[in-house]
């Protein structure tokens, strides 16, 4: 649940200010398929070890005997990661860009893969990740009939993104934006079922078993989790074998974690390649950073898991401009001549600065009355340059106010506060689920918190501000560095 501010009339004149609750508004392209986890979806709990080393063994001999790959340093191992889990274990010491593991085309699944299957005539027109989804549902029925059993029984049947939360789970985080999203999400995936149901699953029934919304949104996390950070959307792939690998907080470089190339003669077959972006001891796991931009609420949603470093606390600001805006058109033009819209969406991390733009998008969005001169023509090619500096006391009072007041709303929402989180976070030993929505719950409130008490300072110092009018007459040499008004003799 983000804080909304609406500026619904300026500062100069009657104001009011619209915080509501704000469900984050989805991009299916972007949020399906990112990446990062500490343990990653191979999280097992009940299952008994023996049996799942029995399928790992014949994982590691479908892939590796059968498919083609080749692991020249790594083995698959159940991993106290620190849940009971699967993991890739460097068979030797390995040094930083090693490569570990390395996974042909054959053995991928993709837009392809579901083409060349007896449900790729029907799937052609479908998102990628839907016919995909639809795939690894369909083979999973199958259970040993499937050529990808081997596979597909080491996908773990729990996942732990609030997506599979119940609702007294969810409670936990009442208030989040991490609640709001995940409710959106699902949201999301039930329409993209219903669709998909009526359009393709129902008329072909003879292709199709018993499918549920659960099954779809169960593949939706498979493949939310599994895939890697560049392989989605369009270009969405589930390369087996590789998936094994964890995060790790302590890898801080995306970069060289893994390629695409050519193999073969000529290079014509295309391989999936890992590497260690860290040098490794034998018998160590290896792991990757699976995304550093990623946020611990988006942590949680695509893998259920948060990290304890501050830098993945955040909170998302979203400013609008209303139509209702008698300066609307003008305001709007000058968004997006520097990059923004109607609508700006700002991401704010705990221990962190404002994000570049937000101050200047605050005083567009508020200016009005006597300010509105600068929204004249004349000015459109440097009023964004103004409005990075504060332009009059009214305006900066306005967007002080409304921001403070933005913070208090969504705190309230919370039922907790930051002192009983941190007291149970101290205590320790809380079950996964409870642990993650309190460290999101405690890591929102802290970074409202900071925008608070950055808004609340700054509106207690706006009679010491310089503005527009005084800086104009500095530049005119009409007023002198202390403020002086300067007189010329005739």
Request: net charge negative; no cysteine.
């Given at each position: 649940m983000a804080a909304t501010i609406s500026f619904l009339s300026s500062p100069a004149n009657v104001t009011a200010i619209n915080t509501k609750a704000w469900t984050r508004r989805l991009k299916p392209s972007t949020?399906?398929?990112s990446k990062t986890t500490r343990r990653r979806r191979s999280f097992i709990t009940s299952l008994n070890k023996e049996e799942e080393n029995k399928k790992v063994e014949r994982l590691w001999k479908w892939g590796c005997e059968k498919g083609?790959?080749?692991a020249p340093a790594v083995r698959a191992e159940m991993v106290e990661t620190p849940h009971f889990g699967l993991g890739l274990v460097a068979k030797r010491s390995l040094s930083q860009n090693q490569v570990v593991l390395e996974v042909p085309k054959k053995l991928w699944i993709n837009s392809d893969t579901v083409a060349a299957s007896e449900i790729g005539r029907v799937c052609g027109g479908l998102k990628p990740w839907i016919s995909v989804a639809l795939f690894i549902i369909t083979e999973e029925k199958k259970k040993n009939g499937s050529p990808w059993c081997p596979y597909l029984d080491i996908l773990p049947q729990k996942l732990d993104s609030p997506?599979?939360?119940?609702e007294e789970e969810l409670t936990e985080i009442q208030g989040t934006q991490l609640l709001s999203t995940t409710l959106g999400v699902k949201e999301y995936v039930q329409s993209e079922f219903s669709k998909v149901e009526e359009e393709i699953i129902l008329p072909n029934?003879?292709?199709?078993?018993?499918?549920?919304?659960?099954?779809?949104l169960w593949a939706f996390g498979i493949l939310r989790s599994r895939a890697f950070s560049q392989l989605r959307g369009k270009d969405l792939v589930l390369v087996p074998l590789a998936d094994l690998i964890n995060h790790s907080c302590n890898v801080n470089t995306e970069d060289v974690a893994w390629q695409i190339k050519g193999s073969g003669l000529f290079s014509r077959e295309l391989v999936f390649s890992l590497r260690t972006p860290l040098p490794v001891n034998a018998g160590e796991q290896v792991f990757i950073q699976y995304d550093l931009k990623k946020s611990n609420a988006e942590l949680a949603l695509d893998y259920g898991f948060i990290e304890p470093n501050l830098g993945r606390d955040a909170y998302s600001l979203t400013l609008e401009i209303p139509e209702s805006d008698p300066f609307f058109g003008d305001k709007l033009d000058i968004a997006e001549s520097n990059g923004f819209g109607e609508t700006a969406y700002f991401n704010l991390l705990l221990d962190c600065g404002l994000p570049e733009g937000m101050l200047p998008y605050l005083r567009l969005a508020a200016l009005g009355g006597t300010d509105?001169?600068?929204?004249?023509?004349?000015?459109?090619n440097t009023v964004w340059g103004h409005l990075e500096l504060p332009v009059s006391q009214p305006n900066e009072e306005f967007i002080c106010k409304a921001v403070a007041d933005a913070c208090r709303s969504a705190l309230s929402l919370y039922r907790t506060t930051i002192e009983e989180d941190e007291e149970l976070l101290k205590k320790g030993k809380l079950e996964l689920r409870l642990e993650i929505a309190v460290g999101v719950r405690l890591g929102e409130k802290k970074v409202l918190n900071q925008i608070l008490k950055t808004f609340e300072d700054r509106g207690k110092e706006v009679e010491g501000l310089e503005y527009y009018q005084e800086r104009r007459l500095k530049d005119l040499g009409l007023v002198g560095e202390q403020g002086e008004i300067i007189f010329w003799e005739s």
């Open positions: 949020l399906l398929f083609g790959a080749v997506l599979y939360w119940s029934k003879h292709l199709f078993p018993s499918m549920t919304v659960d099954d779809f509105a001169f600068l929204l004249e023509s004349i000015f459109r």
